[in-house]
């Protein structure tokens, strides 16, 4: 946009909604400039980053002055402000509707569920910690459950979540169903419908996806090596 500066991602791409962020930047060309926050080195938690950040989370966007948090308020922000294809976050208020619904759903669910299995199973032992039987046993069932819902509810006959193109929806489920992929746990493995819906969005999404999903190829190799 005329007589705007690039706007500044703080992001960890350890993080699936950073990825998520990063993905959209990239892919709708938008202008940017990312600043690495390494949560694991407590850079979140510094004075700077507070001061930016109350909440010491990531990712943040600063758009000339305008500071905004949470991916997804940052996601529909940059979808209504900058010059992004209608598929991302319809203006018609009926698909908007369905874009906003699985967004909702998709914290205490999708988000939840699987992140607690990467916790569990990757970053706990990272620290040291001995991952907990039986809320991981927990996670693995709810996320069962979740991936029912994605299928039966949200797919249904439709190519992506909320209808026959990508959208917002699609992107931040994408980037927590990859997650668990960091200890070279594919939880679509065994969904054939799921795993036609992830193919078509890294197909949507072409290098943009692979570009930052590049850390999580990362974890798995060493996590592979370990074993």
Wanted: proline residues 5%; positive net charge.
């Amino acid at each position: 946009m005329a007589g705007r500066q690039a706007v500044k991602a703080y992001l960890d791409l350890l993080s699936q909604p950073c990825r998520a962020l990063l993905i959209f930047l990239k892919h709708n060309k938008i202008p940017h400039t990312v600043e690495l926050v390494a949560l694991r080195k407590g850079q979140h938690k510094t004075p700077e980053f507070t001061k930016l950040n109350p909440m010491q989370k990531v990712p943040v966007l600063d758009d000339n002055g305008f500071v905004l948090t949470e991916s997804d308020a940052i996601l529909k922000y940059l979808a209504t402000t900058y010059n992004v294809p209608d598929h991302w976050y319809p203006k018609l208020p009926e698909k908007r509707a369905r874009v906003d619904e699985y967004a909702a759903w998709h914290h205490v669910n999708t988000r939840l569920h699987a992140s607690t299995i990467f916790l569990q199973e990757v970053i706990f032992p990272m620290m040291g910690q001995q991952k907990n039987p039986a809320k991981f046993e927990k996670a693995l069932r709810d996320l069962d459950g979740t991936l029912d819902m994605l299928e039966n509810m949200f797919l249904k006959r439709q190519a992506f979540l909320c209808g026959d193109d990508i959208s917002l929806a699609d992107l931040l489920a994408v980037c927590e169903l990859m997650q668990p992929m960091c200890s070279g746990r594919d939880i679509l493995k065994d969904r054939p419908k799921l795993l036609s819906w992830r193919s078509r969005v890294q197909s949507a999404l072409s290098d943009s996806f692979d570009e930052a999903h590049s850390v999580v190829y990362q974890m798995r190799q060493k996590f592979s090596a370990k074993l």
